[in-house]
C-alpha cells in the first residue's frame, strides 16, 4: 500500500516530466554549418579595385598596360580599419575582374600587378590585404571572374585549366577564404590575347562548375561559393540593395545556373525550393562598382543606406557593401564618412532591446515541455527556441511588456538550423486594453526587421499564420530607434511648387525662403505650395520629442519657368529640363556639334548668368563641355554673353553656374560645342537663369 501510494505521487510525476518531447524534425534543406556562421556575418565588405580604377571605366576590355596601375598611397590597413569600425566581418576583393588583370603576382599570366609599375612589380595585393584583414579580425574572401577579356585561351578548354591553376594560387597562399564571388556576367568582346574579337560561351557547361566546386571544397572546405545559382550563396537578383519581403533561402538550384535569364527570382528565393541558397545583397556605396571620380557627390546617403540595410539584413539576407577604392588606393574620405554614418545610425537604432528578459505566453507550447517554452524568445540565446505542438495550423506568442512602452523597430529570428518555416506571421499590439494589428507579412527566415510607425503598447503578440511545419522562434526584440536626422531635400518644380522632404516622416520640418537660419519659430512644412518669384530657401528636421536638428538644406530659386518653352522642339520630354528633379534627363541628338536649344522665358528678364545640371544618371550621357551663351529680346538677334567650357565637368558633373554682365532678354540660347564623350549629343538635367 505504501509502495503504491509512493509510486503514484512521486515516481509518475518525475516519469511525465522526463518524458521525452519529440524534438522538432527538420523541415525542408537546411543550411550547413558554414552557412549558419555565414548569416551571422550579417554585413561584409566588398571591394572593386583594380586596372579600371585608373582607366575611370566599369568593365575593361582586358588591352591596357600593366603600366598604368600604379596606386600611390595603397594602403590596405585603411581599408580594414574602416570595414572593422562599421561593424562590417570581412571583406571580399576583386582578385580579378573581367578585364584578366591579377592583383597577385599569378604564375600563369603576366598580366598582373607584377608587371606595375606598384612597389616595383613586387607588390602582392592580396597578401597585404589578407594581412590586413588578419589583424584585425576581418574575414577574407575572393572575387574571381570567369570572365577573362585578356586570356588568349578563353572560351577554349584551355582556359578553364588556367581559371582553376588561378583559383588554386588564391585558395592555398591566403589563409581561410570564407567566401567565393563568381560573376554571372559571362562571354562578350574582348582582347583575348589580341584577337579583339567576340567570344560567347554555353554558360551551362562550359565551365564545369562541378569539378570547380570539388576542387574549393578539397582546398577551403567552409568558403561560401556565390554565383546566381550558389551553391553557397545566391546572388539577390538585382544591383540596387534590396531583396524581396518574401524571401526564402531555399531555391530549386537546379533550375538555376550562373547567368540565367530568369534572375529576377532570385529576389525571392523559391518556396519549394531543393536547396539552402540565401540571398546575399551586393550594392555599392555609389552609383558605379568602380571608382569614378565624376561620383564624388553621387556618395550614398544615410536615409538610402538605412533603406538597404533594412531591405537587405531586414529581410534575411546578408549585404556586401562595396567600397570604390580610389587611385590613390584608399577607401574615399566621403565614402567613410557616410559608411560610419550608416553604422552610427545602426547602433542607435538597436542600442536597447526592450523585450529582453520579459514575460512571454504562448498559445501552444510543444509536449509542454519547458525546452521549447514561450520565453525562449527573450532570454538572448540563439540556441534556444519556442516550438509548438505538430502539426498546428496557428499558434502565437504574447510578449508582457509590464508597461506602456515606446517602439518603433521589431526584429524576429527563426531558428534555421531545422529549415526555413514561416510563411505568414502579424503583429498585434495591445494599446489601451485593446489589439490592434501593426503589421502583416510573410517570411521571417534567419532574421526579419520590421520599421513601425512609432508605437506605445504594453504587450505585443506574434502570430504565426502559416507554416510549413510547427515553426521554431528563437528571438524576438523590439526597439526605440532614434529619427533620421538628415537635412530635408528642397525641390521647386516648374509651376513654382516647393517641396520638403525629410528622412523620416515622425519629425517636424521648418523653414525661410528668405535665407534667414530656420528653427522651431519659423514657418512649418506640412504640405508643398506655390512660392513664385526668386527666393532662398532653407530648411531643417526636428525630432519634437528630443529637440535635436538636422542640418540645415539650403537651395536657392530664380524666376519661375511656368511660362517657358523650347523653341522648335515637339518633344515632351524636352521640358525635362525645367521640372526642377535632377534625376529626369532630356538628349537632344544631332549629326554633328554644335546642338542648339532655344528657350523663350515667355517675359524680358533682366539676367546675368545661368546653371546648367548635367545628367546624373549612372550612364549618363551628352554632358556638354564648351559652349557658348546667346541672349536676345526677339529671337532673331542674338548676343553672345558666356563662353568657354564647364572645367572637370566630367570628374564633377554638378550645377554649372557662369555669370555675365547684366542683359535683357527675352530669349536665351545654349550652345553646345562638343561634350565630354565626343559624340553630337546634348543633355540636359536641369537649366536655370539667374536674373538680377
Ligand atoms: C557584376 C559585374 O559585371 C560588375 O562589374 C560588378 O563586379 C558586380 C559586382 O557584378 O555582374
Redesign the pocket.
Known amino acids: 500500500m505504501k509502495m503504491k501510494f509512493l509510486f503514484v505521487w512521486l515516481i509518475v510525476p518525475v516519469l511525465f516530466s522526463c518524458k521525452q518531447v519529440a524534438p522538432p524534425a527538420a523541415v525542408g534543406p537546411i543550411p550547413s554549418e558554414s552557412q549558419l556562421k555565414w548569416h551571422e556575418m550579417e554585413e561584409y565588405a ?1 571591394v ?1 579595385f583594380s586596372m579600371n580604377t585608373f582607366t575611370d571605366i ?2 575593361g576590355y582586358g588591352d591596357k598596360s600593366p603600366e598604368l596601375f600604379n596606386p600611390t598611397e595603397l594602403d590596405c590597413n585603411q581599408w580594414a580599419r574602416v570595414c572593422k569600425e562599421a561593424g562590417l566581418k570581412g571583406i571580399i576583393i ?1 582578385a580579378k ?2 578585364d584578366g588583370f591579377c592583383l597577385w603576382p599569378s604564375k600563369y599570366t603576366e598580366y598582373s600587378v607584377k608587371n606595375s609599375p606598384w612597389r616595383d612589380g613586387k607588390g602582392d595585393l592580396l597578401r597585404e590585404l589578407s594581412d590586413a584583414c588578419k589583424e584585425y579580425g576581418l574575414k577574407f574572401g575572393v ?1 574571381l571572374s570567369p570572365w577573362d577579356r585578356n586570356h588568349a585561351d578563353y572560351g577554349r578548354p584551355e582556359y578553364i585549366t588556367y581559371f582553376r591553376n588561378q583559383l588554386r594560387e588564391l585558395l592555398t597562399n591566403y589563409g581561410d577564404i570564407f567566401e567565393i564571388w563568381f ?3 559571362n562571354g562578350g568582346s574582348g582582347y583575348y590575347g589580341g584577337a579583339n574579337e567576340n567570344r560567347n560561351v554555353d554558360r551551362k557547361t562550359y565551365y564545369d562548375w562541378e569539378n570547380t566546386y570539388k576542387m574549393v571544397r578539397e582546398l577551403q572546405p567552409n568558403a561560401i561559393l556565390f554565383s546566381d545559382a550558389g551553391p553557397g550563396c545566391r546572388w539577390c537578383g538585382n ?1 540596387e540593395g534590396w531583396v524581396g519581403k518574401t524571401n526564402w533561402n531555399i531555391l530549386r538550384r537546379d533550375e538555376v545556373w550562373p547567368g540565367f535569364p530568369d534572375y529576377k527570382e532570385l529576389q525571392y528565393g523559391h518556396e519549394d525550393g531543393t536547396h539552402w541558397v540565401p540571398a546575399e545583397v ?1 550594392v555599392s556605396i555609389r552609383p558605379g ?1 568602380f571608382y569614378h571620380k565624376s561620383e564624388d557627390h553621387k556618395v550614398k546617403t544615410l536615409p538610402h543606406l538605412l533603406d538597404i540595410y533594412y531591405h537587405s539584413v531586414g529581410r534575411g539576407a546578408t549585404l556586401l557593401m ?1 567600397f570604390p577604392v580610389d587611385p590613390r588606393g584608399l577607401i574615399h574620405e566621403k565614402d567613410v564618412e557616410q559608411i560610419l554614418k550608416m553604422s552610427n545610425a545602426l547602433k542607435a537604432d538597436f542600442a536597447l532591446n526592450l523585450a529582453k528578459g520579459k514575460e512571454v505566453e504562448a498559445s501552444n507550447v510543444r509536449g509542454n515541455s519547458r525546452k521549447y517554452k514561450a520565453s525562449n524568445v527573450t532570454d538572448g540565446e540563439k540556441e534556444t527556441y519556442w516550438s509548438t505542438d505538430d502539426p498546428i495550423s496557428q499558434a502565437s506568442l504574447t510578449i508582457d511588456l509590464e508597461k506602456p512602452t515606446e517602439f518603433n523597430r521589431f526584429l524576429i529570428q527563426e531558428y534555421i538550423r531545422l529549415g526555413q518555416r514561416v510563411q505568414e506571421f502579424t503583429l498585434d499590439v495591445m494599446v489601451d486594453g485593446k489589439w490592434q494589428t501593426l503589421a502583416q507579412e510573410t517570411t521571417i527566415g534567419y532574421k526579419r526587421i520590421l520599421r513601425l510607425p512609432t508605437t506605445t503598447a504594453s504587450k505585443i503578440r506574434v502570430t504565426i499564420k502559416k507554416s510549413k511545419a510547427a515553426p521554431l522562434i528563437t528571438n524576438v526584440e523590439l526597439y526605440k530607434a532614434p529619427k533620421v536626422l538628415t537635412a530635408p531635400v528642397i525641390k521647386r518644380d516648374r509651376e513654382g511648387i516647393l517641396k520638403i522632404e525629410s528622412a523620416d516622416n515622425e519629425v517636424d520640418v521648418f523653414f525661410t525662403t528668405d535665407g534667414s537660419e530656420p528653427d522651431n519659430n519659423s514657418n512649418r512644412y506640412t504640405e508643398s505650395f506655390i512660392l513664385a518669384g526668386k527666393a532662398e530657401v532653407k530648411a531643417i528636421a526636428l525630432d519634437p520629442v528630443s529637440g535635436k536638428r538636422s542640418p540645415v538644406s539650403s537651395e536657392t530659386f530664380d524666376v519661375v519657368k511656368k511660362s517657358w518653352k523650347i523653341v522648335g522642339v515637339e518633344d515632351e520630354n524636352a521640358n525635362r529640363i525645367f521640372d526642377g528633379e535632377p534625376m529626369t534627363v532630356w538628349h537632344q541628338s544631332s549629326k554633328q556639334m554644335p546642338i542648339d536649344l532655344l528657350v523663350d522665358l515667355g517675359q524680358t528678364h533682366l539676367i546675368r548668368g545661368f546653371k546648367y545640371l548635367p545628367d546624373q544618371n549612372r550612364w549618363s550621357n551628352g554632358i556638354i563641355f564648351n559652349y557658348q551663351f546667346f541672349a536676345s529680346t526677339n529671337g532673331q538677334s542674338w548676343e553672345l554673353v558666356s563662353e568657354g567650357e564647364f572645367s572637370n565637368i566630367k570628374n564633377s558633373p554638378i550645377w554649372q553656374t557662369k555669370l555675365f554682365d547684366p542683359i535683357k532678354a527675352r530669349f536665351v540660347k545654349f550652345r553646345a560645342l562638343d561634350n565630354t564623350s565626343n559624340n553630337s549629343v546634348a543633355g540636359y538635367a536641369e537649366l536655370d537663369i539667374i536674373t538680377e
Open positions: 566588398f572593386h566599369e568593365w576583386t575582374h573581367h572575387y560573376d554571372g556576367a544591383e551586393d562598382w562595396n
